[in-house]
């Protein structure tokens, strides 16, 4: 007759698939496992085994005996298998297991928030400074068209300025009467070429007049010929100028808006400034001048380095100007005395001096006039 194994009672402890441990129906499956443990096995040997995720183990849950009572266990052990711990890795998850025996489960990694940069912040503050900077200028725009504000003047590099502009403004209206006068010669050269082919047409057909008709085709024939030797010395005179207009010197004039704005700047930190050390000074306006200071600094250094760009590009310009100006202007000389002075030879020589090659006639290559 099998004997009714003594009472004593087993710590039960249900496990959740994600580790968690439940205590509500604790009473209930304690009863439940009395009744279905067969007699005379031992709760030492009883082992309870969790599986979830379609894995073949969890965790193991050993549950040892405790004498002669139904009290709660004394202790319990919480094994949680490699499968199960690389599973809730891969999900961001980690397990504290505290002293009481209790897993719980915890969110992802902590990231500092000093290491997090907001773009968002960062183009807000680029836009705050960018809108100090502009109003400020402008005040002191408006504060010296209207007589109210200081400005930072450089006599001597204020007036090359002048002058650089005035002459840009007198080169501008050389090249554009130069380009009427080669369109101008153009369609002249092509009056005389159409002429001349109507002259030897009319040799050949009027027998009378024949030697007149061919003296006249031969004349238009030469002046259309030496009137593209001369378009072609005009032209390159109209190209080199016109790189010096609209390339060099408005690359030097665009140096110049540069330091006019860098000028601008700096006037308007060092009226702040002044402003700032004519006031009061405690421990509120103290950090307030202090800061104007360096940025007051920060655009007088900008604004020495504009000057001294503007200075320098000034100097090689006038340089570059006189020379290419000297040539140009002795050409155009040369090939006008030339051609008028009814001197081929003279007129081949000035572009041969020069370097230039005229387009032979037909060629596919479009002229300058067709280009434009």
């Known amino acids: ?71 709660s266990p004394k202790s319990s052990v919480i094994s949680p298998s490699s499968a199960a711990a690389s599973r809730l890795a891969g999900q961001g998850c980690d397990l504290i297991i505290p002293t009481g025996g209790r897993a719980q489960q915890k969110s992802g990694p902590v990231v500092l928030a000093d290491e997090v940069k907001n773009p968002a912040m960062e183009k807000l503050e680029l836009v705050r400074k960018w809108s100090l900077n502009t109003y400020k200028c402008t005040r002191q725009i408006i504060s010296e068209k209207l007589g109210r504000g200081s400005r930072t003047v450089d006599l001597e590099l204020e007036a090359q300025i002048d002058i650089l502009r005035d002459n840009k403004k007198k080169y501008e209206n050389v090249l554009k ?12 050269v092509h009056t005389q070429r159409q002429l001349g082919d109507a002259f030897a047409d009319l040799s050949l057909k009027s027998l009378e007049l024949h030697e007149e008709f061919g003296y006249n085709a031969d ?13 072609g010395a005009i032209n390159f005179f109209i190209a080199s100028v016109n790189t010096l207009v609209n390339k060099t010197i408005e690359d030097t004039l665009l140096t110049v808006k540069q330091y006019e704005s860098a ?8 009226t702040d400034l002044e402003e700032l050390n004519l006031g009061p000074r405690d421990a509120n306006t103290l950090p307030k001048i202090e800061q104007s200071q360096q940025l007051f600094q920060v655009h007088k250094e900008k604004y020495d380095k504009m000057r001294n760009d503007v200075s320098i590009k000034l100097k090689f310009l006038e340089e570059n100007k006189v020379k290419v100006l000297h040539n140009q202007l002795v050409l155009f000389h040369n090939a006008i005395a030339a051609y008028f002075a009814g001197n081929q030879k003279q007129l081949e020589q000035t572009l041969k001096q020069f370097h230039i090659k005229l387009k032979t006639p037909g060629a596919d290559a479009p002229s300058w006039l067709e280009e434009q």
């Open 1 to 71: 007759m099998a004997q009714e194994s003594p009472k004593n009672s087993a710590a039960e402890i249900p496990v959740t698939s994600n580790g968690q441990l439940e205590d509500s129906h604790e009473h209930s499956f304690n009863r439940d496992l009395k009744r279905s443990l067969p007699v005379g096995l031992g709760l030492s040997e009883t082992k309870i085994t969790s599986h979830g995720f379609d894995s073949t183990k969890e965790g193991v849950v050993e549950a040892g005996p405790f004498p002669g009572s139904s009290a």
């Open 219 to 231: 004349t238009q024939k030469l002046l259309a010929k030496n009137g593209e030797t001369l378009l």
């Open 263 to 270: 000028r601008i700047e700096y006037d308007a930190y060092r």
């Open 177 to 188: 009467l130069a380009q009427t006068l080669s369109t101008q010669l153009f369609q002249m």
